[in-house]
Structures are given as structure tokens and as C-alpha cells.
């Protein structure tokens, strides 16, 4: 099985081209949406919704990531296996920002030179996707190599008993996910009381399970399914009430999500 992620948008023929070369690669092999309306260049979000959806697929999945593959001069295709699955990703930091580098193997698999287009990297995606259909990685004789690092600036800043955050997805009830995840909320706070502060004076200071363990309109924070720290309002539109957007460097003021731990 296939999966898909990309940044090209449902508005032209982007995704059915790269679905009609790979099914010349693969053509019985299932091929899963998993969005195409990745904010173009969100780094975090591609991160987030390959994080949110690999683990609900069988083991032996091959995730193909088409998000920025431009981002170098020389764009380089690496092939990574986290838990039995398969990764196919440009190396932007788009993985390292997913899953960190740790219990991730990552292995070299080929750079666009030019005058290399896109047709000739979904090609070669499909290649190695149709080898991992019948083939170990050992049997692909690929070179081992490291990831880039994802930027500092995609992670959450922490300065003495602060953290600073930045929304990194909305979903389709306005729900608002930021970047950090409970291992880091826990690991950071210890234990101690905390306050959640966005729009001047909005605060939240305890954490739910659940949307409905707040009244219809009350606004709560809530780990997502993910592990990702979420704001939402039982029954509303947190994002459109608050006036909160993804993150980008020209509306830093709209997206800057501090906690306060005592």
C-alpha cells in the first residue's frame, strides 16, 4: 500500500499526474490519499499530518511524501523505515520534525540533478516503491546517511518557566493543534500548574479528556489523538472565535501561544 501527502492542491492535475506515474510502477498496489492541502511550504504541518496518520496503516506501508521538494539547490530523495514503515521524502527536516532522529533509519536513495524535473523524481519514487513491494531495503544495496535537521524555529521555545508555541494545524471543526506534544508538556512542566495564554486575555488553565467535559461554547485544551496539545471550544470554532491562523513569519502576532508553568 501507498500513501500520499503533498502540498499541490485539489485546483490542477499535480496529483493525478504523480498517481498515473506511480501506477505505471506499482499498478496493483493501493494508492491512499492522505491530504493534499498542506499549506504550501508549512514545514510543521506536513510534519504533523505525516506523524497523525502512518501508524494507522498496515506495517510494510510506503509513505510518499511530495511536500517541497524543491527546498534545495540539489533535492535529495531518502528512503526512512520507523516501526516497519516506509517513508520516500525529500530531505527538507519534514521527517526529523516528525519523528526526531532517533529509532528512525534513513537511507540515500537518489538527487535531482539538473536539468531534472518532477516527472523524473516521481519516477524514481515509483522505482524504489515497486522494490519495496517484493525486496528488504539490505536488498537494495542503498548508502545509510543521515537527516537534515528540521529549523529551530519549528519547535517550541522554552526560556526558564515559559514555553512559547506556534499553531501548526487546524482541522475541519476549527480545532486548533500547537506544536508541542505531551511527553514535551509533561517533561517541561513536572507536575506544576499551569496557564495557557493566546489573545491577550485568554487563558486556560486545566487540561481535558474530552470536548463534551466543558460546557457548549466553553473553550478547553485537550491532548489530540496524536499526542499534540490542542485548543478547541465544545460545540464551536476555536480558531475562527480566537482569530488564530498556521503559523507564518508575517502574522507572528496572531500565532504566538505562551504556557506559563508556576
Partial sequence: MLTLLSDFGLQDASVASAKGILMQHVPNVPIIDVSHLVEPFHLQQAAYLTAASYKNFPVGTCHIQLFDIFSAKVPRLVLAEKNGHYFLSPDNGLLSLAFGKEHINVWNCFELEAPGVFKDWINEVGKISALLQTKTIAELEL????????????????????????????????????????????????????????????????????????????????????????????????????????????????????????
Fill in 143 to 262: 548508502t545509510a546517511c543521515e537527516l537534515k535537521n528540521a529549523p529551530l524555529h519549528c519547535q517550541p521555545v522554552v526560556e526558564a518557566n515559559t514555553v512559547e508555541c506556534q499553531v501548526i494545524h487546524i482541522d475541519r471543526f476549527e480545532n486548533v493543534v500547537i506544536n508541542i506534544t505531551k511527553e514535551q508538556f509533561e517533561t517541561i512542566g513536572n507536575g506544576r500548574p499551569f496557564k495557557i495564554q493566546f489573545m491577550r486575555d485568554e487563558e486556560i488553565t486545566e487540561l481535558s479528556t474530552y470536548y463534551h467535559n466543558v460546557k457548549p461554547g466553553d473553550k478547553l485544551c485537550r491532548f489530540n489523538a496524536t499526542g499534540y496539545l490542542e485548543i478547541a471550544i465544545n460545540r464551536g470554532n476555536a480558531a475562527s472565535l480566537f482569530g488564530l491562523q498556521l503559523h507564518s513569519e508575517q502574522r507572528l502576532f496572531y500565532n504566538t501561544i505562551k504556557i506559563f508553568f508556576e
